[in-house]
């Protein structure tokens, strides 16, 4: 069975500091790998994507890929609380048109 | 731009009660769209997808079936649902590059 844990929070973190979400995954051929953001009773809403082990920067975004690890983290620069959400993870597989997704982790940027 | 129309936005069923879904999708042709549920405290779980009209692949062997009937409908049935069924669906359309979910319908059985 093909898994993707996330922890699900709430994750607490101050106005304006770096908040960290992390995702694990138990697929080793994974090669796709999302983050979504979920505000309360909205649609998901894809934030950032990555294929490559390293890091990917998109503004106050950086996602970072560890293939080896199989993790994959979320690092929110500058939290405002407009931030405040549920944070999934999701990964695909090459080939498929199916993605996994994590439960997800509940943010909360205090103001 | 894509854009992806769902209806009902909410709905109360009672048990054995048949349900329809619909999803459109806009600015777009041949989409893959994804047919999603996501139940309180729970992960997104893929119910059905669909790279064509009238191509089908369910994930769920359970009591919901899904139908395309043209390129840019996906639609969501069931003959008789069940108090499990709550929740809320979800249609997503996946590009190249770019995805889009829909706006969602949250489906209470009572």
């Known amino acids: 069975q093909k898994e993707v844990e996330q922890n699900s929070g709430p994750l607490s973190v101050p106005e304006g500091a770096i908040a960290s979400l992390n995702c694990t995954y138990s697929?080793?051929?994974?090669?796709?790998f999302f983050w979504y953001r979920q505000y309360s009773g909205k649609s998901p809403e894809l934030i950032m994507s990555i294929y490559s082990n390293g890091d990917k920067e998109d503004g106050r975004f950086t996602a970072q890929l560890n293939k080896a690890s199989q993790y994959v983290s979320l690092l929110i620069r500058d939290s405002q609380p407009s931030d405040s959400a549920t944070y999934l993870c999701a990964v695909g597989t090459s080939g498929t048109y199916k993605y996994i997704f994590g439960t997800g982790t509940r943010l909360k940027v205090l103001a | 731009s894509q854009t992806i129309h769902q209806w009902p936005a909410t709905l109360v069923q009672p048990v054995g009660s048949p349900l329809s879904l619909e999803c459109t999708v806009e600015?777009?042709?041949?989409?893959?769209l994804y047919w999603y549920r996501q139940a309180a405290g729970r992960g997104l779980q893929l119910l059905f997808y669909s790279v064509g009209i009238g191509q089908i692949s369910s994930e769920v062997p359970q009591n919901l079936s899904a139908s395309r009937p043209q390129d840019r409908q996906f639609i969501l049935s069931s003959k008789k649902l069940l108090l499990s069924d709550s929740g809320f669906y979800l249609c997503a359309w996946r590009g190249s590059l770019l995805e889009l979910f829909g706006p969602g319908t949250r489906l209470t059985v009572t």
């Open positions: 697929d080793r051929v994974s090669q796709s």
């Open positions: 600015g777009t042709s041949n989409p893959n």
